[in-house]
Antibody, heavy 117, light 107 residues
Framework: QVHLVQSGAEVKKPGASVKVSCQAS????????MHWVREVPGQGLEWLGW????????HYAPNFQGRVSMTRDTSISTVYMELSSLRYDDTAIYYC??????????WGQGTMVTVSS | DIQMTQSPSAMSASVGDRVTITCRAS??????LAWFQQKPGQVPKRLIY???SLESGVPSRFSGRGSGTQFTLTISSLQPEDVATYYC?????????FGQGTKVEIK
């Protein structure tokens, strides 16, 4: 059974960085792209980008270009999403989601990131 | 970017009512559209992929239609467990974009 387990909630100050992890199990880690989506309270869902766990190639949404970095560690089947220069409006739940033949079906449980002074 | 305009933003209907949610794309996306259901405090769940294909295990009262720029999600007979926010997602072009969401409540 496919599982995506994310790291725990974070509280960060404005201007800081946060790094969220997503550990995959139950499938071939390098065989499927991993996407990141965030849920901003009261504002809906926003796509951040993807990483190819096999090659390490990435593609980021323009809104996050320059602030987001996605990496992976194949030895532990884990992908990471780091967001820098945090602002108050980056407060959100961040999800990793596994790509299938169509788009994204399996999601992690989410990681709450709160930006507060 | 492709803008996904979803309507209505919220609605209230009675149990057993037929409910239709619409997503309009700012340019053609062929059939590269999915519908997600997100219940309060839960992770989004994909209901429909490829515009009209029902995910395994999803009740048959859910259906999706459309192609190009106009898409609909229909709940043929609204049930109490369908209370949720529904989102469309286009994945024809990067960046992927979601609709703003439709909050469905029971009257």
């Amino acid at each position: 059974q496919v599982h995506l387990v994310q790291s725990g909630a974070e509280v960060k100050k404005p201007g800081a960085s946060v790094k969220v992890s997503c550990q995959a199990s139950g499938y071939t880690f390098t065989g499927h792209y991993m996407h990141w989506v965030r849920e901003v309270p009261g504002q809906g869902l926003e796509w951040l980008g993807w990483i190819n766990p096999n090659s390490g190639d990435t593609h980021y949404a323009p809104n996050f270009q320059g602030r987001v970095s996605m990496t992976r560690d194949t030895s532990i089947s884990t992908v990471y999403m780091e967001l820098s220069s945090l602002r108050y409006d980056d407060t959100a739940i961040y999800y990793c989601a596994k790509r299938d033949d169509y788009n994204i079906k399996i999601w992690g449980q989410g990681t709450m990131v709160t930006v507060s002074s | 970017d492709i803008q996904m305009t979803q309507s209505p933003s919220a609605m209230s209907a009675s149990v057993g009512d037929r409910v239709t949610i619409t997503c309009r794309a700012s340019r053609g996306i062929s059939g590269y559209l999915a519908w997600f259901q997100q219940k309060p405090g839960q992770v989004p769940k994909r209901l429909i992929y490829a515009a009209s294909s029902l995910e395994s295990g999803v009740p048959s009262r859910f259906s999706g239609r459309g192609s190009g720029t106009q898409f609909t999600l229909t709940i043929s007979s609204l049930q109490p467990e369908d209370v949720a926010t529904y989102y469309c997602l286009q994945h024809n072009d990067y960046p992927w974009t979601f609709g703003q969401g439709t909050k469905v409540e029971i009257k």
